[in-house]
């Protein structure tokens, strides 16, 4: 239990419950992360050990390690409900061929940052193949959805007011997004919008393109913009609304606020960028550079990253030896370190298993579960293995190595790996509360061809049943 061990001092927890603790990047780092006290943060009657404010750190699902390879239930209408043959869990269909009287596909939101969901899971978002993205209402309890309606024309579904983007993590109705240049934010509660900052006042004669915004729980927005294309983007700004104060990395001229950087990126432009819940650290891509790299927007510091994979609360995921179900986490208080979530390893290894992870129910503090969607590759003929093919959320609070299982996800692709029709299989999405899921899924193939000739998807969200809520 060494590593678990290891893993409750990089995340600074103590049991259940985390200490806060502010920690400074450095060039050696020993401070534990800063995180949230689950009896500060309005634990429910659950406890501190089970929940950290209303979102969970263990799940009511089975953890066992067999192989459960089933045929998927028959499918109702939009707006039906299945259930998991093996697990009894809610499966939301959320669309259908008639949602737009078309043949299209319908998936998860296509874009890199994936706050797809309000801070309280009554808001969230998916797309269309023809890349439209679609808001949509969810009562949590009943677990019923709808499109989100147009108050200026009654009967008429809203359209997508910005182009994301994503929910805001202080606000249960506002939404972050762009106008060309311009961040702004528009309020589901009036169907309002109402601009934020233009970034052309940050960096003067700026043009071109603008990659997404994203907003911290302390109130911190990132955006990404400028050059005529992703990868050609030169910088990365964070602004603050409280205090209209704003920072300015550029990574092709090497510079921070118009000072030379200590260690220089040399890149072609920003790829892409995530910032963490905590809304402390910024990790980023650039083009031409190998690995990744993070800004910590406490101390301004700007380093190399040596991993990547889904940001949580100071901390990240990222892949381990060989098997794409051994799931690690390094903090960037140590980001060196990194700790091994799974033990044992599955048996056998199977180096064509394929996995997917979001970790945006970070939204309290350090601790909440990895959520991971699975998918074999066209080519793996090996045995089935437990979690082939399914969501799952996979421990990090350090107590325990678990994995609990919630669901198949019942895709099927025979075309080649990694196109865009195979990896769009299986990229999951998780409510900031920790309670749904949002996931695609061809149904093993059945539910007909879209306009380009493969099988269509339709979008899902499935229920995790968890001591917390709704």
């Given at each position: 239990?060494?590593?678990?061990?290891?893993?409750?001092?990089?995340?600074?927890?103590?049991?259940?419950?985390?200490?806060?603790?502010?920690?400074?990047?450095?060039?050696?780092?020993?401070?534990?992360?800063?995180?949230?006290?689950?009896?500060?943060?309005?634990?429910?009657?659950?406890?501190?050990?089970?929940?950290?404010?209303?979102?969970?750190?263990?799940?009511?699902?089975?953890?066992?390690?067999?192989?459960?390879q089933?045929?998927?239930?028959?499918?109702?209408?939009?707006?039906?409900?299945?259930?998991?043959?093996v697990?009894?869990?809610?499966?939301?269909?959320?669309?259908?061929?008639?949602?737009?009287?078309?043949?299209?596909?319908?998936?998860?939101?296509?874009?890199?940052?994936?706050?797809?969901?309000?801070?309280?899971?009554?808001?969230?978002?998916?797309?269309?193949?023809?890349?439209?993205?679609?808001?949509?209402?969810?009562?949590?309890?009943?677990?019923?959805?709808?499109?989100?309606?147009?108050?200026?024309?009654?009967?008429?579904?809203?359209?997508?007011?910005?182009?994301?983007?994503?929910?805001?993590?202080?606000?249960?109705?506002?939404?972050?997004?762009?106008?060309?240049?311009?961040?702004?934010?528009?309020?589901?509660?009036?169907?309002?919008?109402?601009?934020?900052?233009?970034?052309?006042?940050?960096?003067?004669?700026?043009?071109?393109?603008?990659?997404?915004v994203?907003?911290?729980?302390?109130?911190?927005?990132?955006?990404?913009?400028?050059?005529?294309?992703?990868?050609?983007?030169?910088?990365i700004?964070?602004y603050?609304?409280?205090?209209?104060?704003?920072?300015?990395?550029?990574?092709?001229?090497?510079?921070?606020?118009?000072?030379?950087?200590?260690?220089?990126?040399?890149g072609?432009?920003?790829h892409?960028?995530?910032?963490?819940?905590?809304?402390?650290?910024?990790?980023f891509?650039?083009?031409?550079?190998?690995?990744?790299?993070?800004?910590?927007?406490?101390?301004?510091?700007?380093?190399a990253?040596?991993?990547?994979?889904?940001i949580?609360?100071?901390?990240?995921?990222?892949?381990?030896?060989?098997?794409?179900?051994?799931?690690?986490?390094?903090?960037?208080?140590?980001?060196?370190?990194?700790?091994?979530?799974?033990?044992?390893?599955?048996?056998?290894?199977?180096?064509?298993?394929?996995?997917?992870?979001?970790?945006?129910?970070?939204?309290?503090?350090a601790?909440?579960?990895?959520?991971?969607?699975?998918?074999?590759?066209?080519?793996?003929?090996?045995?089935?293995?437990?979690?082939?093919?399914?969501?799952?959320?996979?421990?990090?609070?350090?107590?325990?190595?678990?994995?609990?299982?919630?669901?198949?996800?019942?895709?099927?692709?025979?075309?080649?790996?990694?196109?865009?029709?195979?990896?769009?299989?299986?990229?999951?999405?998780?409510?900031?509360?920790?309670w749904?899921?949002?996931?695609?899924?061809?149904?093993?193939?059945?539910?007909?061809?879209?306009?380009?000739?493969?099988?269509?998807?339709?979008?899902?969200?499935?229920?995790?049943?968890?001591?917390?809520?709704?």
């Open positions: 239990m060494k590593k678990l061990a290891l893993l409750l001092v990089l995340l600074g927890c103590s049991g259940g419950a985390a200490e806060p603790n502010d920690a400074a990047v450095s060039d050696a780092p020993t401070e534990d992360v800063a995180v949230a006290d689950a009896s500060d943060a309005g634990a429910t009657e659950a406890g501190p050990s089970e929940c950290l404010g209303s979102v969970p750190l263990t799940y009511d699902a089975p953890t066992d390690r067999d192989p459960h089933v045929a998927p239930p028959t499918l109702g209408p939009a707006g039906s409900i299945v259930k998991d043959p697990y009894g869990t809610s499966i939301l269909r959320l669309t259908d061929e008639t949602t737009l009287k078309t043949t299209t596909s319908f998936r998860v939101a296509n874009e890199f940052w994936g706050n797809d969901w309000s801070t309280d899971a009554k808001l969230f978002y998916i797309q269309a193949s023809s890349s439209a993205f679609l808001p949509y209402t969810l009562d949590p309890k009943t677990l019923t959805a709808a499109r989100v309606q147009d108050m200026a024309n009654p009967g008429s579904p809203l359209a997508m007011p910005l182009a994301p983007g994503g929910f805001s993590r202080t606000e249960p109705t506002i939404f972050y997004g762009l106008t060309g240049l311009v961040i702004k934010k528009f309020d589901f509660a009036t169907q309002v919008k109402t601009t934020v900052v233009d970034l052309t006042t940050i960096v003067p004669g700026a043009t071109g393109y603008a990659l997404g994203q907003q911290g729980q302390n109130g911190l927005l990132a955006a990404s913009f400028g050059g005529p294309e992703q990868d050609k983007m030169p910088y700004v964070t603050d609304p409280a205090t209209q104060t704003s920072h300015v990395l550029d990574v092709i001229t090497n510079t921070f606020d118009g000072k030379p950087l200590a260690t220089p990126i040399n072609a432009g920003v892409t960028f995530k910032l963490d819940a905590s809304g402390r650290y910024l990790e891509m650039v083009a031409g550079t190998s690995g990744d790299w993070f800004w910590d927007t406490q101390s301004n510091i700007v380093a990253s040596n991993s990547n994979g889904s949580g609360w100071a901390a990240w995921s990222h892949g381990g030896k060989g098997d794409s179900y051994d799931w690690n986490i390094s903090t960037y208080a140590a980001p060196d370190a990194s700790v091994d979530l799974v033990m044992p390893l599955l048996s056998p290894t199977d180096k064509l298993a394929s996995s997917s992870t979001s970790w945006q129910n970070s939204s309290s503090g601790g909440a579960p990895l959520i991971v969607e699975t998918m074999r590759q066209p080519t793996d003929t090996g045995p089935w293995r437990a979690w082939d093919g399914e969501v799952i959320a996979v421990r990090t609070d350090g107590v325990s190595s678990e994995v609990w299982r919630f669901a198949h996800n019942w895709n099927t692709y025979s075309g080649t790996t990694y196109s865009d029709n195979y990896y769009y299989l299986y990229i999951p999405r998780v409510s900031q509360n920790g749904f899921v949002i996931f695609d899924s061809n149904w093993n193939g059945t539910l007909g061809t879209d306009a380009t000739g493969v099988p269509r998807t339709d979008a899902f969200i499935v229920a995790l049943p968890n001591p917390c809520g709704p």
